[in-house]
């Protein structure tokens, strides 16, 4: 774990992510990224210099079947308030749209929900659980499927809502998350969503893996220079 308390407060430093009196919301979608996330801020708030307090919102988007006693559960165990939020986004993105691609509404559905959510709990700040695999399939995402370049940043302040995005796991690997989950037994719940494991980001996942064979060291190499020439932060 010292590995990952590590990364996060390098990225939570390189971008200035955490102020004095922050309250930050962490999106748990009851995955190993948003879990390991939720554990590590609850963890870092005891000793970090800048004192800061940790609440969880869940959207429950309403698939029949998810139990979310488990991340109630675990919330108390660490500490940490615990809110589900119920939606009808299953509803409106499969059952009234019938999207054939319903990721993106989705996202933005659950954003706006996370979002607002926060904003009522007085939040200042919502922690999403991206890490450098993320960050480099949203990068040939955005170059393949929108022919432009591109990628999310780090930390986004969003003048509607007055709530800032941060992305503290942004120097870790998806392998890094999935070691952690297992090593701390975290109450992981499986996504029901029927688009799991379909969608163009899987594709981009697995072509993003294919890259080793050209250069080992490829998806390190695409990251560093997104950081540098995208989001402007130089070594």
Avoid at 70 to 98: G, M
Avoid at 151 to 180: N, V, W
């Amino acid at each position: 774990m010292q590995h990952i308390f590590s990364k996060v407060r390098k990225a939570v430093e390189d971008f200035e992510m955490i102020e004095e009196g922050d309250k930050i919301a962490v999106g748990v979608s009851a995955g190993k990224d948003s879990l390991t996330m939720l554990y590590t801020l609850s963890f870092m708030r005891r000793f970090y210099p800048k004192k800061f307090d940790v609440v969880a919102i869940t959207v429950d988007m309403g698939f029949e079947g998810m139990d979310f006693l488990p991340i109630k559960e675990f919330c108390d165990k660490i500490d940490v308030e615990f809110h589900l939020v119920p939606s009808q986004i299953k509803q409106i993105v499969f059952d009234i749209r019938k999207e054939e691609n319903p990721c993106s509404l989705c996202a933005n559905l659950r954003r706006g929900i996370l979002n607002s959510t926060a904003k009522s709990l007085g939040c200042n700040k919502v922690a999403l659980g991206h890490h450098l695999d993320d960050v480099v399939e949203t990068f040939f995402l955005s170059l393949f499927f929108e022919g432009r370049i591109y990628c999310f940043s780090p930390k986004t302040y969003l003048d509607r809502t007055q709530i800032t995005t941060i992305r503290p796991m942004i120097y870790l690997k998806e392998h890094d998350l999935r070691a952690a989950a297992r090593k701390l037994e975290l109450p992981v719940i499986t996504n029901l969503c029927p688009a799991n494991g379909k969608t163009n980001r899987q594709r981009m996942k697995e072509f993003v893996k294919s890259l080793k064979q050209f250069h080992p060291a490829t998806k390190d190499l695409v990251f560093n220079a997104i950081k540098r020439n995208i989001w402007g932060l130089k070594d």
